[in-house]
């Protein structure tokens, strides 16, 4: 069974930074893209940034300039590191991970896993 834990949500005041990560765990053969999503109350989940395996990255245009996401693949883990945060930017940030698993009965399958999602208050 695959698992996304994430980390490092919290309050901070406008202009702040915070650093979110995301370790996977469980059996893994290989994971393709990781991304970060976020869903502010009464709105739509949206894409906010995107990592291939081979490190190509993609923002939703709101938070370029202010966010970076990186990937340690041989920790199977991807951070969000998110300065001069806005108040606009709260909301439940959720991690997600493309991968390839392998079963008990060592056969593979690919799946698309959430984390549990953590929380980002930004206050003005």
């Known amino acids: 069974q695959v698992q996304l834990v994430e980390s490092g949500g919290g309050l901070v005041q406008a202009g702040g930074s915070l650093r979110l990560s995301c370790a996977a765990s469980?059996?893994?053969?290989?994971?393709?893209?990781m991304g970060w999503y976020r869903q502010a109350p009464g709105k739509q989940r949206e894409l906010v940034a995107a990592?291939?395996?081979?490190?190509?990255?993609n923002y939703v245009d709101s938070v370029k300039g202010r966010f970076t996401i990186s990937r340690d693949n041989a920790k199977n883990t991807v951070y969000l590191q998110m300065n001069s945060l806005k108040p606009e930017d709260t909301a439940v940030y959720y991690c997600?991970?493309?991968?390839?698993?392998?079963?008990?009965?060592?056969?593979?399958?690919?799946?698309?896993?959430w984390g549990q999602g953590t929380q980002v208050t930004v206050s003005s």
């Open positions: 990592i291939t395996s081979g490190g190509s990255t």
């Open positions: 997600n991970a493309d991968g390839t698993y392998r079963t008990s009965s060592g056969t593979y399958y690919t799946r698309r896993t």
């Open positions: 469980g059996s893994i053969v290989t994971i393709n893209d």
